[in-house]
């Protein structure tokens, strides 16, 4: 299980901005554009994470075989909300 304590999921965090059609796909996708997620990922650059915006969470899963597959999840700290809601500026309602 991850510890998500004071952590948003991206998820939650397009719903916050409020912006029309903003579900979790398109904020990463604006986030890429805005070069704080690297292109063709789910993960932000390390100065990003460096500042404290983000948290990458690792959870091992258990596939058929006994086979283990590492999952890194994306959240968003608190600081890294306010970070995002000025990236998005006048968008965010």
């Known amino acids: ?4 304590d004071g ?3 991206m998820q939650e965090v397009a ?3 409020n912006i029309k059609e903003m579900g979790r796909n398109k904020l990463f996708e604006s986030l890429r554009k805005g070069n704080v997620i690297m292109k063709s990922s ?4 390390q100065h ?4 404290g915006y ?4 690792e959870d ?10 590492v999952n890194v ?20 309602k």
Do not use: D
């Open 42 to 45: 789910t993960v932000p650059y």
């Open 48 to 51: 990003f994470i460096n500042k």
């Open 73 to 92: 999840t994306i959240f968003v700290t608190q600081k890294g909300l306010a970070f995002i809601f000025k990236f998005f500026g006048s968008k965010a």
């Open 60 to 69: 091992i899963v258990e596939l058929k075989g006994g086979v283990r597959k």
């Open 15 to 17: 719903k916050l901005l």
């Open 1 to 4: 299980m991850i510890n998500t």
């Open 7 to 9: 952590l948003v999921s």
């Open 54 to 57: 983000f948290e990458l969470k």
